[in-house]
């Protein structure tokens, strides 16, 4: 098995942090462009893709700055990360996605972040 490697995605999103965190920390609001369907039980997530399910735990989060979950199949060490800040120059939102990867699948899984981050700007209307 490769070395799992960890990876940035950094977008600007048209949108206050406010809307954007119920999107990235919410079933209903991760349930609009992450997966088909999120259920939240506890500090545990299920997110639903063409009927598999995948369970993740919420491990941190701070309201309107980031959300961390892990998969229940992870190491410990990983996490996949959304980071919300405001740039002080042009006072956009950014998103920034941390995450882990194999590492000869980076690209691939950028390229699944790009097409997803596309569909959340799109329900936000960024």
Request: charge should be negative; charged fraction near 30%.
């Amino acid at each position: 098995m490769s070395k799992r490697v960890q990876y940035n995605r950094e977008y600007a999103v048209r949108c206050s942090p406010a809307i954007l965190y119920e999107f990235l920390s919410t079933p209903s609001g991760l349930g609009e462009w992450f997966a088909e369907k999120v259920q939240q039980k506890e500090n545990n997530f299920y997110f639903t893709w063409k009927g598999n399910v995948e369970q993740a735990e919420m491990v941190a989060a701070e309201e309107n700055e980031y959300v961390v979950f892990r998969w229940d199949w992870m190491d410990e060490s990983e996490y996949f990360e959304f980071r919300i800040e405001k740039s002080p120059v042009t006072n956009e939102t950014i998103l920034t996605i941390s995450d882990f990867a194999d590492k000869g699948e980076v690209k691939d899984q950028e390229q699944l972040w790009d097409a997803q981050i596309h569909d959340l700007m799109h329900r936000v209307g960024s």
